[in-house]
C-alpha cells in the first residue's frame, strides 16, 4: 500500500497544462459516459474539438462536465491524476476562438469534422499522488512549448 | 490526421482484461464525476474496490456507470480506447466475493478502507483505435498471468 496525498491546485494547474490526451465525462439520458479527448488548456479552462453529432456535441454544451488526466507506474504503484469539473459552453466568439487557436489549438488525430470547440471553465481542480518522494512533474512525457 | 476504426468486441474484452488502471465515470446530483481505479475483470464485469462513503461508493451503487482504458503514443498520433457501460451493483454474496478474489482482486494501491465492491457488469462495449497497420494488443504495457 502506498501513501496517498492530495496536490495542491498549482502543481494541479502544471500537470494539466501538461497533457495532450484526457478524458471528459458527461451525463446522459441513459446514463454517464465517459470520452477520450485531445484538449488544451487555455486560461482557466478546457478546451476540447468535437462534432455537433458526437455524444459530447449533443450532452456536454451547456452541462457540467468532469475532465481527467493521469499517470500510473503500474511496476512501482505509484501515480497522480488531476480532476476537474465545471459547465462547459460552446466558444462561439471570434476573438475567444482566436485566442485558443493562437495559445494552442487542441488538435483531434482521429480525421472527421470537429468544428465545436467546447470550453469547460472549471470551479473545482483536485489531484492526488500515490505514492511520496517523487514528483509528479517528472513524469511528464511531453512538454509544451509554451 | 490519422485514420479511426471500431474495434471489435473480442478485440475489446482483451484489452479491457488486461488493464491495470483505468477511469469510471458517474452521475451525481451536482454533475458528473470522474474517478482512476484499479480494478479486475471478472466474466464480463469490472470490478472496483472503493470506501462506502467515497463518490463512487455513494453515487455508483446501483447506478449506470461507465469506465475506460486506453493508451496513446503522442509521438506518433496513436492510441486506443475501450469504454464500457452498464448497471453497478454491490457484490455481497460470500461466493461471488470468492470467486473475485480467487480470479484477481482488485488492488487499491492507495491506503485506507477499500471494502465495498463494486461490480459493474457491462451491457455495452466499445473500442476505437486511431492509426492503422499496428496492433493494439502490443501496446499492453503489463500482462496479467491469467
Known amino acids: 500500500m502506498q501513501e496517498s496525498v492530495d496536490l495542491g491546485p498549482e502543481q494541479c494547474t502544471l ?6 490526451t ?3 465525462a ?11 479527448v485531445n484538449y488544451s488548456v487555455v486560461g482557466e479552462a478546457v478546451i476540447m474539438r468535437t462534432s455537433p453529432y458526437s455524444v459530447l456535441g449533443t450532452y456536454g ?11 500510473f507506474d503500474h511496476e512501482r504503484w505509484r501515480g ?8 462547459a ?4 466568439d471570434p476573438l475567444e476562438l482566436d ?3 493562437t495559445t494552442w489549438d487542441p488538435q483531434p488525430w482521429a480525421a ?3 468544428n465545436l470547440y467546447l470550453r469547460l471553465h472549471w470551479s473545482e481542480i483536485s489531484g492526488r499522488q500515490i505514492g511520496v518522494g517523487w514528483d509528479p512533474v517528472e513524469t511528464l512525457p511531453v512538454r509544451r512549448a509554451v
Not at 500537470?15 to 495532450?20: D, E, S, T
Not at 458527461?26 to 477520450?36: Q, T
Not at 497522480?80 to 459547465?87: E, F, Q
Open 61 to 71: 454544451r451547456g452541462s457540467m462536465l468532469a475532465f481527467e488526466v493521469d499517470w
Open 80 to 87: 497522480w491524476s488531476v480532476v476537474v469539473r465545471g459547465r
Open 89 to 92: 459552453n460552446v466558444v462561439t
Open 112 to 114: 472527421g469534422a470537429r
Open 26 to 36: 458527461l451525463s446522459s439520458p441513459d446514463g454517464p459516459h465517459i470520452v477520450p
Open 99 to 101: 485566442r485558443i487557436r
Open 15 to 20: 500537470l494539466l497544462g501538461a497533457g495532450i
Open 22 to 24: 484526457g478524458r471528459v
